[in-house]
């Protein structure tokens, strides 16, 4: 669990980090303006459900349970990004943009981290 959520840190701020010198070298002409919020909230979201996959003790579940999580994490996502997009319309497309980048890296990372747990309990 530790590896996880020290994972997940090291992803969100090297994230922040390679927008903030994309920015200084120009590649970009400004970083998004949700960069931080967006990072606090995918952060959070992934640690506290892969806590909770991590946990289960009844293996028949988790397939239901995963789905679940999926489900409620689409919806709340979606609310996000609705808000971003009302409340800053000029950066929306960066900041949509780096939610999207950012979510699929976090989703691998948390599908990589959980099979790992399921595959070393399979009996052999």
């Known amino acids: 669990m530790?590896?996880?959520?020290?994972?997940v840190i090291a992803v969100v701020f090297g994230s922040l980090l390679l927008v903030m010198l994309f920015v200084r070298v120009g590649w970009i002409d400004a970083g998004p303006s949700y960069a931080i919020?967006?990072?606090?909230?995918l952060a959070v979201f992934t640690v506290v459900i892969y806590r909770y996959l991590f946990r289960l003790e009844k293996p028949e579940t988790f397939v239901m349970m995963y789905l679940l999580s999926m489900t409620v994490k689409l919806i709340a996502y979606g609310v996000y990004v609705v808000v971003m997009i009302v409340d800053d319309k000029p950066g929306a497309n960066a900041n949509v943009l780096f939610f999207l980048i950012?979510?699929?890296?976090?989703?691998?990372?948390?599908?990589?981290?959980?099979?790992r747990k399921i595959a070393g309990n399979r009996p052999r």
Do not use: N, P, Q
């Open 2 to 7: 530790i590896r996880f959520a020290g994972t």
């Open 37 to 41: 919020e967006t990072s606090l909230v």
């Open 102 to 115: 950012l979510y699929v890296i976090l989703t691998a990372l948390e599908v990589g981290f959980l099979h």
